[in-house]
Structure formats: structure tokens, C-alpha cells
């Protein structure tokens, strides 16, 4: 492979390796994130069908419930459309790899006896 077209192809692995990394970063904020939700769904979840006050009920149900529920289904949808990008962008740094690795292989020449 011609030395420029290895120092770009390598110089665009460097750029969506980076991108990968920031990807990543937000990735690991949101997983958190929607830990924290998954319990404050759960637990709201639990006092809700533990509750048999009707009045009560709803006032849990607008105030913690809904909302828990609602960022709860938000994130779980974000941290697809991550994993989505992740491997998207994964796939760029490893058909790089492959491009350059298959050029750079060596050919051996086969030595001709007479």
C-alpha cells in the first residue's frame, strides 16, 4: 500500500477511534443514569400496587410514577441508538484494518527452477 494512503487511512482510524471514545464516555453516563431509574421505576412500581388508597394512588402515580417511567423508557431507547452507533463505528476501524492489513500482507514470489 502507497505510504499517503496508509498515513489517511490511519490518520481517519485515529479520528473514529475518537469519536468510539466519546461514544463510550456517554455511553457509560447514561447506563448509569438509567441504572438509577430502573430502581426509582421499581420501587414507585412496588408503592403504586401497594397503595390502596385510590387519591394517594394517583397523586404517586403523577408525581413519580409516570415520569420514573417515562425517562426510564427514554434512556433504555438512547442506550440502543448508542450500541447502534458504537457498532457502526466500529465497523469503519475494523474494515481500515482489514484494508491495510490484506495490502501490507507480503507476496511471496514463487521462485521458478529451470
Known amino acids: 500500500m502507497e ?3 496508509k498515513k489517511s ?4 482510524k485515529a479520528e473514529i477511534e475518537e469519536i468510539l471514545k466519546e461514544i463510550d464516555a ?15 421505576f421499581n420501587i414507585t412500581k412496588q408503592v403504586v400496587q401497594s397503595t390502596v388508597n385510590p387519591d394517594l394512588n394517583r397523586k404517586i402515580r403523577e408525581l413519580y410514577h ?13 442506550i440502543k441508538e448508542l450500541e447502534e452507533k458504537k457498532r ?8 481500515i484494518d482489514k484494508v ?4 501490507d500482507a507480503p ?3 514463487i521462485a521458478q527452477t529451470e
Open 3 to 5: 505510504q499517503h494512503v
Open 66 to 78: 409516570q415520569p420514573f417511567e417515562e425517562r426510564f423508557n427514554d434512556l433504555k431507547e438512547y
Open 26 to 40: 456517554e455511553y457509560e453516563e447514561v447506563k448509569n443514569e438509567l441504572k438509577v431509574y430502573t430502581y426509582k
Open 100 to 103: 491495510t492489513e490484506k495490502e
Open 9 to 12: 487511512l490511519d490518520e481517519w
Open 107 to 109: 507476496h511471496f514470489a
Open 88 to 95: 457502526v463505528f466500529q465497523m469503519f476501524t475494523d474494515k
